[in-house]
């Protein structure tokens, strides 16, 4: 199931996020209700549509990579890296951590880190 899951969130999540086409991807790849812990989306398709809107809008040139997807019984997590959200030329660090029930995507959080211009390692953040 994990495979499956996996397979399903990096297709909701390409085809929402980084295509636009959200309608598509919860006609697809979605439950409902679809839950959103992002304090600046609302619940549900309407609410992530508008999101999307506003971000291609105001950061067109914004894209992002997955660098790595994990999986966990009913969780699948994304490790992606995105530019042109901010001014940095290095980007943001994003982990998206989403729920699933029935092969479906019914629930969405995430966590943005700045890539800093300096560290205290020699580490990537990817």
Do not use: C
């Not at 598509?24 to 609302?42: D, S, T, V």
């Amino acid at each position: 199931m994990s495979e499956a899951n996996k397979a399903n969130t990096v297709a909701f999540h390409k085809k929402a996020v980084f295509e636009g086409d959200v309608e598509n991807a919860f006609r697809i790849y979605a439950g409902a209700p679809y839950r959103q812990h992002n304090p600046l989306i609302e619940d549900g398709m309407e609410g992530l549509r508008k999101f999307v809107a506003w971000m291609r809008a105001n950061h067109p040139d914004a894209h992002g990579e997955i660098k790595r997807v994990l999986a966990d019984g009913d969780y699948v997590i994304l490790h992606s890296q995105w530019r042109g959200l901010t001014d940095s030329a290095r980007g943001e660090a994003v982990v998206d951590i989403y729920r699933l029930e029935d092969g479906k995507v019914v629930e969405h959080w995430d966590v943005i880190q700045p890539i800093p211009e300096t560290a205290a390692n020699k580490n990537t953040m990817f």
